[in-house]
């Protein structure tokens, strides 16, 4: 998917906290900008800092990342988040989960799932 792509609010609420830890994880440290970039450049289009931060700092209350600031260079400093092993083991479990319901969900979406019968190609509906 193009970082142009705008997912309904929704969806990405429902996976942006393992985003944020999947990111952290290939990335030793990073700040929140970076951490919004890489989300774009793998797809799940630009989030916003009202939506990050909060999200960040959750995921500090929770153990699964810890914090630094260190200074800017000529500008502001930088707060950097470092994904911990507590975090590390949500993501696993947290991703696994994911996938098997976003497994199951695309099966059932596609109308291969067991008592839905999929529309046959040879079915036609008789003109009335």
């Known amino acids: 998917m193009s970082s142009t792509t705008t997912w309904p ?3 990405l609420r429902g996976v942006l906290e393992m985003a944020v830890l999947r990111v952290l994880a290939n990335e ?5 900008y970076a ?3 890489a989300l774009d450049r ?3 289009g630009t989030v916003k800092g009202g939506t990050l ?4 700092a959750r995921l500090e209350q929770a153990a699964h990342v810890e914090t630094r600031w260190e ?5 502001p400093g930088r707060k950097y988040y470092t994904i911990t092993d507590s975090g590390r083991s949500h993501l696993e479990s947290a991703a696994a ?6 497994e199951t969900t695309a099966t059932f979406l596609r109308a291969e799932a067991p008592g839905i019968p999929a529309p046959s190609p040879a079915t036609t509906v008789p003109a009335g």
């Open 28 to 32: 030793p440290s990073s700040y929140g």
């Open 71 to 75: 200074a800017g260079d000529g500008g």
């Open 53 to 56: 931060y909060p999200l960040l």
């Open 97 to 102: 989960s994911w996938c098997a319901f976003a």
């Open 9 to 11: 609010g929704d969806w």
């Open 42 to 44: 793998n797809g799940l």
């Open 35 to 37: 951490i919004s970039v």
